[in-house]
């Protein structure tokens, strides 16, 4: 490579970093947690749920009989879902396709519903820390504008694949040589230069999979389909959606209806039973209570039989299949592209072990990303480069540190807050959850910002973020009275997992934090503007005394 | 240790002409490519593909703009490539349509 070539990839490969590094720390760090989203939840409620349940186990005929007593269901298609491994389902409801139906049963509707006590959920009362970090990682919250969240995380999601194809090559000729350097001991400039290499190259292949994955999943259908439906289908969105069957099902009425509903349950059984391994994940019930109703169920094969196995069925109320797709013959190569971007993404291919092995490593990706940023500051930090210019860099370095690193202690405090205040499940648990967060975030950024150390910032977010921690399970057994080892002999594994994910998230925050010790030399540069920015202020104050 | 600046872009105009072919001209390549190749394979599997791997090659496309000595050339080279795929387009929709 020319050392022009070189110089440029290097250069893009700075700006694009340091433009997305705060967003991609957020979303990496908010991401990470997602991983253990389920647990999260049947923590957070203390609804824990066993790994593997699908609705085979559930009373889907219990559920319906519920609904229709509250509900007019005639005519309509009912759907439940299993989205997450958690107690509760979504429930889809269409308006109604007779015309003599009610007024409320002409509009759609959407809730969750708990298999166990059939409560319903509105999706405000059903929000949760789960929910809220895994859409935080996204940045949902910031869909102010129609979806500028969704595209803001993409675009970062895409300049990061941008910054790691341009960081692959700028580390070319040294990538086996740097994986075996780390120099603590050298300079500063080179601690951070090995640690950002050394973890840049070890996790390349999962950042290159989140990159494209992440990208994929946020902005793939909202980035490139335009153009293909206003030059391929003339405009034609429906026709789209039909070629890659995202139009739901629609069946006509036959007006009559039934005097006895049949058993659905039967129908997931029957269903269930069909190939080895089917786990359901969703019961469609087109045109309740018709004599043309049917019962659609989908669902996927376990992973360890196939990666990517899609199966479905279509019932009519005689029990025949109308429409099957055999998750153990061959997979369509749109569904198996989808199942390996969403599968590697979600890291839920291979049980807890894995996704904790991926937690690791996206902290390790929030690491690759301060330390990028360090390098940044720290090679601008010469006698040569204006002093103006060194000024405007450390305050943007205090200010990404403090926004990034005040993260942990806040999240430890938004679970400890939700545990002990926010029991009841009233609509207003969402804004009550944005508040605690981003309150939390913003004070405590602001107080990091304005001490203007960064070694301070580095060791009290974590020691904050720790003691917080440790509060976590005792905060849970307190008012829950599932103290670890009772929910352990309970079996009550999500339960058990969080506290003790948050006991070793601090016991090992505490054991860096102890390790941090202030290098003089470290903080020369930036430390030194605040000595002589005092200096300079008592000199004023001196000569106005005067 | 910052890169070194004698091989940097230094007009401002030029820069501008960079970015924008890179980020505009790249993803119109890239599109473009995609549906004209598919009109003539399985049109499902190039745009499943065009969702994950379209970013791919609109990143290398980035990147390479910064490397031509002038932006402008960029933009020439991608709105050539884009006009070519275009035409195939209108060509493949004539005599061999998908819809």
Redesign the interface.
Known sequence: MS??????????H?VSGIVISVALFVIFFAGSFSFFRDEIIGWERNEPVMEGMDLKDIDVDRMLDSISEQKELYGRDVSFTKFFNERRLGVNITASQDSKAGDKAQIREFFYMDAENLNSYTYGSNYSIGEFLYRLHFFAQLNLWGTSGYLLSGFVA?FF??AI??GVFVHWKKIVSNFYVFRPMASL?NLW?DAHTALGILGLPYQFVYA??G??LII??SV?SP??VT????G?TN?LYD??GFNPLRFDMRGEKLAEIPSVNAFVAKAGQKWKGFEVKSVKIYNYGDKNMRIGIDGYTSHNLKFAGRGDILYDLDGAELQVTDPHSETS??DA??AV?TQLHYGDYGGVPLRIVYFILGIASCFVIISGVM?WLV??DKKHVPEKQRKFNAWVVWIYLAVCLSLFPVTAFTFLMVKVFLTEFTPERLNHIYQIFFYSWLILSVFFTLKRDNYFTNKYTLICGAVLGFMVPLANGWTSGNWLWVSLSAGHYQVFFIDVFWLSLSVVALIIASNLKRTVKKHMQVSSYKKKEKASSLDNKAVLAD | ????K???TASKTQRFAKITAGFFGGYGVT??FF?AI??WL????V??????G???L???L??LA??FKNGWKAWGLYLVLTLTF?II?HFSKIYHP??
């Open positions: 050392n022009r070539v070189y110089n440029i990839l290097f250069h893009t700075t895409f694949l941008f194809i341009t400039k230069t494209v994955t990208t994929c793939g259908t490139m153009a293909v030059f391929m289908y003339d034609d026709e070629d890659f190569y749109q592209a989808m971007i390098i090679a601008r | 240790m910052p890169a070194n004698k091989y940097l599109v473009s549906m598919g009109f399985d049109h499902i599997n745009l499943t593909t065009l969702r994950f379209g970013f791919m609109w990143a290398t980035f990147l910064f490397l275009s387009i998908i819809i």
